[in-house]
């Protein structure tokens, strides 16, 4: 079993930072691309950043220049450095990465989502 367990959520107030983690556990193989996504009240779900294995990144326009995701393949961990933080962040965060958990057998895992909530 591969788990992915998220932290560093909470409550900020406008134009502050917060950092996501998120570790993932278990049989693991390799891990490819590992991002986060997000979910406000009555939206779907988006994608926020994304990270590859091979180093590439790419972020959704809303928050290019103002978030930040980073990861240490020695830890199964990938971060989001969240800075300039707008009431419109408020939502739910999710973690994903695609791990094989075996030579041939791979999928997508998702954590449990940490709530993030930008006060004005």
């Known amino acids: 079993q591969v788990q992915l367990v998220e932290s560093g959520g909470g409550l900020v107030q406008a134009g502050g930072s917060l950092m996501l983690s998120c570790a993932a556990s278990?049989?693991?193989?390799?891990?490819?691309?590992m991002g986060w996504y997000r979910q406000a009240p009555g939206k779907q779900r988006e994608l926020v950043a994304a990270?590859?294995?091979?180093?590439?990144?790419n972020y959704a326009d809303s928050v290019k220049g103002r978030f930040t995701i980073s990861r240490d393949n020695a830890k199964n961990t990938v971060y989001l450095q969240m800075n300039s933080l707008k009431p419109e962040d408020t939502a739910v965060y999710y973690c994903?990465?695609?791990?094989?958990?075996?030579?041939?057998?791979?999928?997508?895992?998702w954590g449990q989502g940490t709530q993030v909530t930008v006060s004005t």
């Open positions: 994903n990465a695609d791990i094989n958990y075996t030579f041939a057998s791979r999928r997508d895992y």
């Open positions: 278990g049989r693991i193989f390799s891990i490819h691309t």
């Open positions: 990270s590859t294995s091979g180093g590439s990144t």
